[in-house]
């Protein structure tokens, strides 16, 4: 699987922005897909997954009530819809897929990972 992640940019606090992350194969059906970002000089943290078949969603504590994942298995493809961004969400954001179907926040469960897409939150 190769994952391909976009939507980045610079936005100002309270704006929103749209990411996406696109798989090349068709076992994405049955994986588990997360996002994770990694902010200068800090660990990665985990974002937020969703099961493959998009009932089940979990999210980190940073984000919760902001920040909403989904997929479109039409296209392979995963969302994740951030709003009300603040600056400490700045960092590059990667899209992961996990082989399993039970969606987990522990980063060394997800066998492939995207290159990354950098979000800037500031004015």
């Known amino acids: 699987v190769q994952l391909q992640a976009s939507g980045g940019g610079l936005v100002q606090p309270g704006g929103s922005l749209r990411l996406s992350c696109t798989a090349t194969?068709?076992?994405?059906?049955?994986?588990?897909m997360g996002w994770f970002r990694r902010a200068p000089g800090k660990e990665r943290e985990f974002v937020a997954a969703?099961?493959?078949?998009?009932?089940?969603?979990i999210y980190g504590d940073a984000v919760k009530g902001r920040f909403s994942i989904s997929r479109d298995s039409g296209k392979n493809t995963v969302h994740l819809q951030m709003n009300s961004l603040k600056p400490e969400d700045t960092a590059v954001y990667y899209c992961?897929?996990?082989?399993?179907?039970?969606?987990?926040?522990?980063?060394?469960?997800?066998?492939?990972w995207g290159q990354g897409t950098q979000v800037t939150v500031s004015s």
């Open positions: 992961a897929a996990d082989r399993t179907n039970v969606p987990t926040t522990y980063a060394p469960n997800y066998d492939h």
């Open positions: 969703i099961r493959y078949s998009g009932r089940t969603t």
């Open positions: 194969a068709s076992t994405f059906l049955t994986y588990t």
